[in-house]
């Protein structure tokens, strides 16, 4: 499993930037959000297959960076926190604004009182 840096610039962000989040968040196994425009993904998937995912969510102004990184990160005023790919489970209209983040049965070898991931320690 690799972790990826995700960025993007938004052309027209108040029509798509919850699309884009939402679709993010369900690229790997986990995700973390240190700036507002800029993700950690963890995915077995490679950057192409990730692009390909997102591009259809972008527009032609619209831009986007996708690297593996290490682990290692420096940060400052912000904080790193991974949390686990939500996964689909409410049906909610697709006239609606609203995100539903369902509680979910674990999955095979986790535990059902596994706590949540923690904070990264920034160097």
């Known amino acids: 499993m690799r972790t990826y840096l995700i960025s993007y610039d938004l052309a027209k962000p108040h029509v798509s930037k919850h699309v884009v989040a939402h679709a993010i968040m369900s690229l790997g196994s986990s995700w973390a959000r240190p700036l ?3 993700w950690y993904v963890r995915s077995d998937e490679s950057e192409e297959t990730l692009e390909t995912w997102l591009g259809r969510y972008l527009e032609t102004d619209d831009g ?3 690297q593996p990184v290490k682990e290692d990160a420096v940060m400052t005023n912000t904080s790193l926190r991974w949390f686990r790919q939500r ?3 409410i049906d909610v209209s697709e006239h609606t604004n609203i995100i539903a983040f369902p509680v979910v049965a674990p999955l095979a070898g986790e535990r059902a009182d596994e706590p949540e991931l923690p904070f990264a320690t920034a160097c």
């Open 36 to 38: 507002e425009n800029t």
């Open 87 to 89: 996964r689909a489970g």
């Open 64 to 66: 986007l960076l996708i």
